[in-house]
Antibody, heavy 120, light 110 residues
Framework: QVQLQESGPGLVKPSETLSLTCTVS????????WSWIRQSPGKGLEWMGH???????TYNPSLKSRVTISVDTSKNQFSLKLSSVTAADTAVYYC??????????????WGQGTLVTVSS | QTVVTQEPSFSVSPGGTVTLTCGLT?????????PTWYQQTPGQAPRTLIY???TRSSGVPDRFSGSIFGNKAALTITGAQADDESDYYC??????????FGTGTKVTVL
């Protein structure tokens, strides 16, 4: 069973860079897309972007100037960096894996989520 | 900026049927958007119910079904149960690998 686990600081200061890592266990990273999704307190979900195991990326246009997603298959990890954070970036951050079959893509496996608070 | 719209809330009686919709502020939803539906209970990560418009994810009860209803994607719960009380989100693929979550619908079973 594939499992994902987010890790990283739970508190980030305004204007700094938020950095999170997702560690994948129970399966290979090869041939899959790996994604970050966030959810502000009491709000809806926001797709931030994803990275293919080869390293190619696609980002949410509204975050594109601030977000970087990278992958390290040798460590079975992928990472999120979000620069110039503000209080509006306070959220639970989820990592997830896309699965694909003949019907399409969907986010099959999710981490438990990690709360990141932006505050001085 | 494209907004994917959902009803803010719905209430359904146990055993009843409810249809949630997923639309666009501009244009119609078609199968080419590959609508996906996720269920989220408080404090938990979302789980996939329906993908590719109408394919049920593994282990999802057949009381959940997906379709295109008019110019929107739709999720129907037939024979609602107490543990269906959750938030439901649709996601549309906007092309070029870009996905947009809907605003979410809170379903109450009472």
């Amino acid at each position: 069973q594939v499992q994902l686990q987010e890790s990283g600081p739970g508190l980030v200061k305004p204007s700094e860079t938020l950095s999170l890592t997702c560690t994948v266990s129970g399966g290979s990273m090869s041939s899959y897309y790996w994604s970050w999704i966030r959810q502000s307190p009491g709000k809806g979900l926001e797709w931030m972007g994803h990275v293919f195991y080869s390293g190619s990326t696609t980002y949410n246009p509204s975050l594109k100037s601030r977000v970087t997603i990278s992958v390290d298959t040798s460590k079975n990890q992928f990472s999120l960096k979000l620069s110039s954070v503000t209080a509006a970036d306070t959220a639970v951050y989820y990592c997830a894996r896309f699965t694909y079959d003949s019907s399409g893509y969907y986010l099959q496996y999710w981490g438990q989520g990690t709360l990141v608070t932006v505050s001085s | 900026q494209t907004v994917v719209t959902q009803e803010p809330s719905f209430s359904v009686s146990p055993g009843g049927t409810v249809t949630l919709t997923c639309g666009l502020t501009s244009g119609s939803v078609s199968p080419s958007y590959s609508p996906t539906w996720y269920q989220q209970t408080p404090g938990q990560a979302p789980r996939t119910l329906i993908y590719g418009t109408s394919t049920r994810s593994s282990g999802v009860p057949d009381r959940f079904s997906g379709s295109i209803f008019g110019n929107k994607a739709a999720l129907t719960i037939t024979g609602a149960q107490a543990d269906d009380e959750s938030d439901y989100y649709c996601v549309l693929h906007m092309g070029s690998g870009i996905y947009v979550f809907g605003t979410g619908t809170k379903v109450t079973v009472l």
